[in-house]
């Protein structure tokens, strides 16, 4: 049976109300499938999400990390940090953060090296900017990310890290892949990832996608064989949209 995880990006979204009414809302909602959901909140209200979760197997992170464990940071918060939170996810090279503040494959490598030693998820994050696929470079952009990312990383650890393929032109524009291009660059991404481990290797990866997935689109990209699920930004604002998009993979 294929494995699902619907994650939500709350991005600079929310104050503590608003998030606690939000999983409380979804707690009532029952879905089926809690253990594949998770929500992935600002800094400042992981403490209270992770409260308002106790007793449910639903997950949740944070939208960045430091990787470096303590020190003269100012203005970070480190993996030991959240990991005292609680935390299942974190995502990590969030186009947003590549763009606007110089993440680079370098620090998203070292990023995701020290989430797998603290036993917290990573969600990567890769994709193509508009002007990379109007040139037909989509597929060699992406395979230098992931072999860059993952480079000096296990089999074992890389099998834990759930890759999100995000368009960076669907990303908060209303314009979503078509489920064949998503396919298409999902399996692309598999087949990378078995040709620099091994078949198991690639065929156990969750991998997402991301851009303007909502409840109307997300079955159709749900049910291609090479996506396990979706990193869902806007429409993981409001509590229906979010479980509809988990009720779509519940079905399937
Ligand atoms: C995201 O930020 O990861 C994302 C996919 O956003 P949206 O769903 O709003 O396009």
Redesign the pocket.
């Known amino acids: 049976m294929k494995r699902f995880l619907i994650a939500g990006?709350w991005?600079m979204n929310k104050l503590s109300e608003d998030a606690e009414e939000f999983v409380r809302g979804l707690r009532a909602k029952m879905l089926p499938n809690e253990k594949d959901v998770c929500i992935l909140a600002p800094f400042t209200l992981i403490a209270g999400v992770g409260k308002a979760l106790e007793g449910s197997a639903i997950g949740f992170g944070a939208q960045n990390v430091h990787f470096e464990e303590s020190g003269a940071y100012t203005g970070e918060v480190s993996v030991p940090m959240l990991k005292e939170l609680g935390i299942t996810h974190c995502i990590v090279g969030?186009s947003?953060r590549r763009e606007y503040f110089n993440e680079t494959d370098d620090t998203v490598n070292r990023k995701l090296r020290a989430l797998l030693d603290a036993g917290i998820t990573p969600i990567l994050?890769v994709g193509e900017s508009l002007e990379v696929r109007e040139a037909g470079g989509e597929q060699t952009f992406v395979a230098g990310q992931l072999i860059a990312d993952f480079s000096g990383l296990p089999a074992a650890d890389a099998a834990k890290v759930v890759i999100?393929y995000?368009p960076i032109w669907?990303?908060?524009?209303g314009k979503t892949a078509t489920p064949e291009q998503a396919e298409e660059m999902c399996a692309f991404i598999r087949g990378v990832l078995s040709g620099v481990y091994d078949n198991a290797t690639g065929d156990s990866l969750l991998i997402l996608y991301?851009?303007?997935?909502k409840p109307g689109n997300a079955k159709e990209l749900l049910e291609k064989p090479d996506i396990n699920g979706g990193?869902?930004?806007?429409?993981?604002l409001k509590v229906d949209d979010f479980a509809a998009i988990a009720m779509a993979a519940a079905s399937l």
Do not use: R, W
Request: a negative charge; aromatic letters at 0%; glycine letters at 24%.
């Open positions: 990006n991005k969030h947003e994050c999100a995000e669907a990303i908060g524009t991301g851009g303007s997935m990193l869902i930004g806007g429409a993981s």
